[in-house]
């Protein structure tokens, strides 16, 4: 069935540095691909986006790259800062309904 | 605007007894979707809806139930609560334009079941 894979699970990086997270998705039919921050206590909040029609976008410290032929998508946050910490999730959608998210990456931004 | 509402926000149920969590937007969105989350499983659909009237299951839907009467509400029921259902559940809601969208969540219902 479809399958969002996302990794790493959990990423410690110092403040100032640059975290990726890398996610990989099965159903080549998937045309949408957003990326969601959860804080702690919080439902997810959508943070960037991309389509199938892009390859890559970029909104102040955070891009997304997408390669449709590896079925590869990765979110990329430069110059992280403490309030970058939380929970972040890749999802795939091919249209309808229907989204799959990927089982979540735990970002910890040390000052 | 207050995008989507869930109520409550913490409930503590004992085996076998019922509740109802209530999910409410005002974006006018036709899709609504509720979701658990367990730790290291992302988010699991229950079930959904692609309008008032209308519902389906997802990927997990047993032991639980759905309505949607008027457009705006989207309600999740447990009939005879377990301790496997302890998780919480997130309510979401997407406007459909024939051009995907992203689904708006709510911040939460934390539900143990003892």
């Known amino acids: 069935g479809e399958n969002v894979e996302q990794h790493p699970s959990t990423l410690s990086v110092q403040e100032g540095d640059s975290a990726v997270i890398k996610c990989t998705y099965s159903d080549s039919a998937s045309n949408y691909f957003p990326w969601y921050k959860q804080e702690l206590g919080k439902g997810p909040q959508l943070i960037i986006d991309?389509?199938?029609?892009?390859g890559e976008k970029k909104d102040q410290r955070i891009a997304v790259t997408l390669n449709k032929t590896a079925k590869h998508f990765s979110l990329h946050i430069t110059e992280t800062q403490p309030e970058d910490s939380a929970v972040y999730f890749c999802a795939a959608s091919t249209g309808g309904f229907k989204t799959i998210f990927g089982a979540g990456t735990r970002l910890f931004v040390k000052a | 605007n207050a995008g989507v509402t869930q109520t409550p926000k913490f409930r503590v149920l004992k085996t076998g007894q019922s509740m109802t969590l209530l999910c409410a937007q005002d974006m006018n969105h036709e899709y609504m979707y509720w979701y658990r989350q367990d730790p290291g499983m992302g988010l699991r659909l229950i079930h959904y809806s692609v309008g008032e009237g209308t519902t389906a299951k997802g990927e997990v839907p047993d032991g639980y139930n759905v309505s949607r009467l008027k457009k705006q509400n989207f309600l999740l029921g447990l009939e005879s609560a377990a301790p496997s259902q302890t998780s919480v559940y997130f309510c979401?809601?997407?406007?459909?334009?024939?051009?995907?969208?992203?689904?708006?969540f709510g911040d939460g219902t934390r539900l143990s079941i003892l």
């Open positions: 991309i389509r199938s029609n892009v």
């Open positions: 979401a809601s997407r406007l459909e334009t024939g051009v995907n969208q992203p689904q708006h």
